[in-house]
C-alpha cells in the first residue's frame, strides 16, 4: 500500500509565497517521476510541474518562473515552492507519483489527497 501526504497550503495574500511537501511511503520499489497538479472550482485539474528520477523538470507557462519543484530521493519527498503568487494560483494542489511498488509491478499513478491553496488579492 502507498499512501501520499501533502501539507504546506493554506491562506496567503497575492505576492505571497508558500512551500509545499508531498512524502511518499509504504511499498515502494522504484518512485520515477512526481509532480504537482491543481484543480480550480469549475475546471479540469493541471500540471503545475514535474520532476523525474534523474532530475529532468517541466513547468506549465504559467508558473514558470515564480514556482521551482525539487525531490529528496532518500525521504521520497518531493517540494513546491510557490512564490509571488497570485489570485489566479488558488486552487486544490494534488501530488502525483509514479511508481511501481514490486520488481515486477507495472509503475502507475498514486495520487495524494490533495491540499487548498487560496491566495487573496
Known amino acids: 500500500q502507498v499512501q501520499l501526504v501533502e ?3 493554506g ?8 512551500r509545499l ?4 511511503s509504504g511499498s515502494i520499489y522504484r518512485l520515477n517521476a512526481m509532480g504537482w497538479y491543481r484543480q480550480a472550482p469549475g475546471k479540469q485539474r493541471e500540471l503545475v510541474a514535474r ?7 517541466a513547468y506549465a507557462p504559467s ?11 532518500a525521504k521520497n519527498t518531493v517540494y513546491l515552492q510557490m512564490n509571488s ?5 488558488t486552487a486544490v494542489y494534488y501530488c502525483n507519483a509514479d511508481l511501481s511498488t514490486g ?14 491553496v487560496t491566495v487573496s488579492s
Request: proline share 4%.
Open 85 to 89: 503568487l497570485k489570485p489566479e494560483d
Open 103 to 116: 520488481q515486477y509491478s507495472p509503475f502507475r499513478d498514486y495520487w495524494g489527497q490533495g491540499t487548498q
Open 51 to 57: 520532476i523525474t528520477s534523474g532530475d529532468t523538470i
Open 63 to 73: 508558473v514558470r518562473g515564480r514556482f521551482t519543484i525539487s525531490r529528496d530521493n
Open 7 to 9: 501539507s504546506g497550503g
Open 21 to 24: 511537501s508531498c512524502a511518499a
Open 11 to 18: 491562506l496567503v495574500q497575492a505576492g505571497g509565497s508558500l
